[in-house]
């Protein structure tokens, strides 16, 4: 039996929920076209959603050194580069 070096984290917290039939009826449809488990299904879910909304925040917090710094290049950009001009002028690979 082959060895793995990694290990999956452990499952050791839970979360309980309620709905209607209806909504676990479509549950159950989508894992089963997914061919994952009801909860698999869900935590599948559930994590994408939460990763989005997280990466969707624009707040962010510096220190004042960082922010000072952030706004001085912000107010007096570098020159632009070559390198610069061309990934400007290069299309996008999703065009």
């Given at each position: 039996m082959a060895s793995t070096t990694s290990r999956a984290p452990a499952r050791d917290q839970t979360i309980n929920i309620?709905?209607?039939?209806e909504k676990r009826d479509l549950i159950d449809r989508a894992e089963k076209v997914q061919g994952k488990t009801?909860?698999?299904?869900?935590?599948?879910?559930?994590?994408?959603e939460a990763t989005d909304v997280v990466l969707d925040q624009t707040d962010f917090y510096l220190d004042d050194e960082t922010y000072d710094r952030f706004v001085e290049l912000l107010d007096n950009p570098p020159p632009p580069t070559?390198?610069?001009?061309?990934?400007?002028?290069?299309k996008a690979p999703w065009e």
């Open positions: 309620r709905t209607s039939r009801r909860t698999e299904f869900i935590l599948d879910v559930a994590y994408r070559d390198a610069l001009r061309r990934l400007l002028t290069t």
